[in-house]
């Protein structure tokens, strides 16, 4: 197989991973990736039990047939070592779990492990995010403390990601619209559900659904539906 060229797959789970109602897409996703490991950073879940984020993934992925490699990544220094960012780099499908967003961004943030996170989706690879993941790598990123905005990693920009939409309370997402910056759109994404950006454009998968808030107010749309009005 010759190298893998162009953009990858980016898919923003909006919470809830590695479950049932997960299976379908990741599945999928594996497929398309053709990796025969899954490399998962628990960074976020740094102060949560991390091992635990690992022993989940084995389990998950291994009834869908992959390996999985877990790095242990949950502080800075660890995030600059140039062997773990080597094995990112040449990594076909990246899952960054969920946990506190403004951790793995003080962990992620201008890192080696970030160039080389950036280096694999670019050369075709996937990089699936949920929850804390998926607000964090779009720019603008929601807030946690309180629905408001601030920096991500910008890898869509212009996208700010709510995570568990469906569930959340209403006061944290009506702060998020009312305060959405102008030119950007907010992506209400349902717990087990995927936005899935790709070299053919933006696509929904998941059990429940994705609301686009804008200026022209909200759009929701399900699995198999192409979302519109999204950043390329």
């Not at 943030?109 to 949920?130: P, T």
Request: charged content about 20%; hydrophobic content about 40%.
């Amino acid at each position: 197989m010759g190298p893998r060229r162009g953009i990858g797959s980016l898919v923003l789970i909006g919470g809830g991973e590695w479950g049932p109602a997960t299976a379908g897409f990741d599945a999928e996703l594996v497929a398309r990736s053709g990796a025969e490991e899954v490399v998962v950073l628990p960074t976020a879940a740094a102060y949560e039990h991390p091992e635990r984020v690992g022993e989940r993934a084995a389990a998950y992925f291994g009834e869908l047939g992959v390996r999985v490699r877990t790095l242990a990544v949950l502080h800075r220094g660890e995030a600059e070592d140039p062997e773990t960012a080597a094995i990112v780099r040449a990594a076909k499908f990246v899952y960054l779990a969920d946990g506190s967003p403004l951790h793995l961004r003080s962990v992620l943030k201008g890192s080696a492990l970030f160039e080389g996170l950036l280096a694999s989706y670019h050369g075709g690879g996937v990089l699936a995010a949920s929850g804390a993941g998926a607000t964090l790598v779009c720019d603008p990123m929601v807030d946690p403390r309180g629905g408001a905005y601030t920096v991500g990693l910008g890898v869509v920009k212009n996208l700010a990601v709510f995570p568990y939409h469906g569930t959340a309370a209403d006061h944290l997402r009506e702060r998020s619209i009312d305060l959405l910056p102008r030119g950007a759109v907010l992506a209400g994404v349902d717990e087990a559900t995927a936005l899935i950006k790709s070299s053919t454009g933006w696509s929904v998968a998941g059990a429940g659904g994705v609301t686009l808030y804008g200026p022209d107010g909200a759009t929701r749309y399900t699995a198999g539906d192409t979302p519109e009005g999204l950043p390329t």
